[in-house]
């Protein structure tokens, strides 16, 4: 039965660096189809944890299971990386599309299977651009593109908005509410930003400084409720935030 | 206008070197001063003279050397890119074989070229194995330098997309070490044509040194500075063609970066 495993769960999961202890005993479960969120002081290791589950590294101690399998996790789940990374030799298309020619389709399918999420993203007629002729949202836009055409279940996030303008921002996380409306996955978001984490994730999880341990978890009042400005100015979303924000500087303080 | 304008300061230089250089070799009140034969200096008037007159000569000798040199470096850069690609592939094998490749250019190309003359004949076997010899280096060190460039958060996003080690190295690291491959090959058109006259030098009735050699005997120091000239032509052009190559098949990195 798919429903009594967890998408993404993480047991009593350490990982140190040498002498460095980044995580200290993280436990955390992330349901089927559940947006979560990870908040934390700068440094504490929130990368860290994604590099766990997406499976780029393995734990020093302690379980890290990404639909029931600890090794298959480089199957199960995809990392979005902090900057867009698209490669400026490839054009627009063929960036979004690198996850399907890597399986081994031929340049041709690959491109048609990419080109309708294009379209979907409003980035029709933007095929043939090189990534340097895109602006930032786009770009952005391409390499969600890309990690959806990844085809894994479970999609981590390492702050994709962080080097946007704030309308940019709040443009793409309405966006990317909307397409996760349309086409359910589960995603493990990491964010510096507690208002954007509030309103994408359905639950925010606060980590300490390092080494992290999970320190507070909230509910989100709002989750990617559309159109976002009313959703965000809401009072209970401003008291989650409120919340949030305290939770944040408590961990800080350690 | 701002072309004109960068052609324009190297060309001054120039014309103010020939000009210096005529009035030193042709005045004779500065080149009795300072005791200039003119059979040992001839002065730009003359070489351009020669290059003018043994035009013929010049042409069919440039061809023979613009052949062996060609070959040369595609041997150079063939060879130097597999190569800088197994070294990156094996750690083990860099760490074999590097010293050895950087001994490799120490070797007296002059010394050990009548050997290589014994090895492959008098043909132009042993023109090309010098010359691929001095090019690959440049081209082996840069490209690999390029291969281990690679932004590591890049190979770390290729992982997560499904790629193997195949497909990281020809859909990431190989674009990326594509300029520094280039650099090399620039370096390596440029001393390629030396390595043609230590190659012709060597054992050849035919090339640009073969002609430098026999002019110098004959006391001929005009033709001899033509033929160098026109050496030095063919690593321009050759050096040009390779950043037009860049440009196309390597773009991205010429275009100002994003």
Partial sequence: MRTTVEAVQLAETRFAHGELEVLAGIDLKVADCEVAAIVGPSGCGKSTLLDLIAGLIEPSSGRVEVTGSARERLRHATLMPQHDLLLPWLDALDNAAIAPRNRGLSRAESRAVARPLFDRFGLGGFEHSRPGELSGGMRQRVAFARTLLAGKSVLALDEPFASLDAITRAQLQEWLAEMLAEEARTVVIVSHDVEEALYLADRVIVLSARPARVVRELTSPAPRRLPRTPAVNSPEFAAARRAAMEALLEAADG | ?258
């Fill in chain 2, 1 to 258: 206008m701002a072309r004109t304008r960068n052609l324009l300061a190297p060309l001054l230089v120039v014309v103010a070197l020939l000009g210096a250089w005529q009035l030193t070799a042709r005045w004779d009140v500065l080149a009795d001063a300072l005791g200039i034969e003119p059979f040992l200096v001839p002065s730009p008037s003359e070489i351009a003279d020669s290059l003018w007159d043994d035009r013929a000569l010049l042409a069919e000798n440039a061809w023979v050397t613009l052949q062996e040199v060609l070959a040369g470096i595609a041997i150079a850069l063939v060879v130097g890119a597999a190569l800088a690609v197994a070294l990156h592939l094996s750690t083990t094998l860099r760490r074999a074989t590097y010293p050895l490749l950087v001994a490799s250019q120490t070797v007296p190309v002059i010394a050990i070229a009548p050997i290589l003359v014994v090895w492959f004949g008098f043909g132009i076997g042993p023109k090309l194995a010098i010359i691929a010899l001095v090019c690959f280096f440049p081209v082996t060190v840069n490209t690999l330098d390029g291969l281990r460039a690679v932004d590591p958060a890049q190979v770390k996003m290729m992982r997560t997309l499904d790629a193997g080690r195949w497909q990281i190295l020809r859909r990431v690291e190989a674009p990326s070490a594509l300029p520094y491959f280039f650099s090399g090959a620039k370096i390596a058109a440029a001393v390629a044509v030396i390595g043609a006259v230590f190659g012709e030098w060597s054992g050849a009735d035919e090339g640009l040194g073969h002609l430098i050699l026999v002019s110098q005997g004959q006391l001929q120091t005009a033709r001899v500075f033509a033929a160098v000239v026109v050496l030095s032509a063919i690593a321009i052009a050759l050096v040009a063609a390779v950043m037009v190559a860049q440009r196309r098949f390597a773009g991205w990195s010429v275009e100002a970066a994003p």
